[in-house]
């Protein structure tokens, strides 16, 4: 049974840090393209990083860039968004994603609907 799990989320005040791991099993994330997404009051998911499963390099979207980092440890079968200097407006539940074989076209990462396996997403608090 394959399945994606987030942890690590909680409260964060203002200019901090926070270490989201989403860890796989029931497949080997070095065959699947994983992305990390937030969703926002708006209920809108925004594309924040993601890995290309053909060569393992790492994009990032507009949200991310510069503040928000992502590795992958594919020993632990693991993929964690190092996310700095937060924001309030970065308060969202995050989610990572994965799927087979999925590579990135023109440096964008894969919109959501690419991606069949779904963590159950954690939420991230950024407030005083």
């Known amino acids: 049974q394959v399945q994606l799990v987030e942890s690590g989320g909680g409260s964060v005040q203002p200019g901090g840090s926070a270490r989201l791991s989403c860890t796989a099993s029931?497949?080997?994330?070095?065959?699947?393209?994983v992305g990390w997404f937030r969703e926002g009051p708006d209920k809108k998911l925004q594309e924040l990083a993601c890995?290309?499963?053909?060569?393992?390099?790492?994009y990032y979207s507009y949200p991310a860039r510069g503040r928000f980092t992502m590795s992958v440890d594919y020993g632990k079968n693991t993929v964690d968004l190092q996310m700095n200097n937060l924001k309030p407006d970065d308060s969202a539940l995050y989610y990572c994603a994965a799927e087979v074989g999925l590579g990135v076209v023109g440096f964008q990462c894969p919109r959501d609907w690419s991606y069949n396996e779904w963590g159950q997403g954690i939420q991230v608090t950024v407030s005083t």
């Open positions: 890995i290309d499963s053909r060569d393992g390099k790492i």
């Open positions: 029931g497949l080997d994330l070095k065959d699947y393209g």
